[in-house]
C-alpha cells in the first residue's frame, strides 16, 4: 500500500503565493510520476502538473510560468510553489501517483491518491 498526504492549503490573498506538499509513503516503486490535480466548486478534476522520479516536470497551460514543481526522492515528497495565485484558482488540490508494479504474471498498474488540500484565493 502506498500512502500520500497533502500540505500546505489555506487562504491567500489574489496575487498571493502558497507552496504544497506532497508526501507519499509505503511501497513505492520507481520510476513512478506523481501529479497535481485541482477540483475547484461545481467543475472537474483538472490536472496541473506531473513530475517524475526522475524531475521532467509538465504544466497546464493555465499555470506554466507561475507554478513549479519539484520533489525530493528521498523523502519521496513533492512541492509545488503556486504564485500569482487568482480567485478562480480556488480548489480543492490532490495528488496522486502512479507506476508499474511487477507481479507473478506481469506487470499492474497502480494508482494512488492523497485526500487533498483546501486552497483558497480571496479577492
Known amino acids: 500500500q502506498v500512502q500520500l498526504e497533502e500540505s500546505g492549503g489555506g487562504l491567500v490573498q489574489s496575487g498571493g503565493s502558497l507552496r504544497l506538499s506532497c508526501a507519499a509513503s509505503g511501497r513505492i516503486v520507481s520510476p513512478n510520476v506523481i501529479g497535481w490535480y485541482r477540483q475547484a466548486p461545481g467543475k472537474q478534476r483538472e490536472l496541473v502538473a506531473t513530475?517524475?522520479?526522475?524531475?521532467?516536470?509538465n504544466y497546464a497551460d493555465s499555470v506554466w510560468g507561475r507554478f513549479a514543481v519539484s520533489r525530493d526522492n528521498a523523502k519521496n515528497t513533492v512541492y509545488r510553489q503556486m504564485n500569482s495565485l487568482k480567485v478562480e484558482e480556488t480548489a480543492v488540490y490532490s495528488c496522486?501517483?502512479?507506476?508499474?508494479?511487477?507481479?507473478?504474471?506481469?506487470?499492474?498498474?497502480?494508482?494512488?491518491w492523497g485526500e487533498g488540500t483546501l486552497v483558497t484565493v480571496s479577492a
Open positions: 513530475i517524475s522520479s526522475r524531475g521532467d516536470a
Open positions: 496522486n501517483i502512479k507506476f508499474t508494479k511487477r507481479i507473478i504474471k506481469g506487470a499492474k498498474d497502480m494508482e494512488y
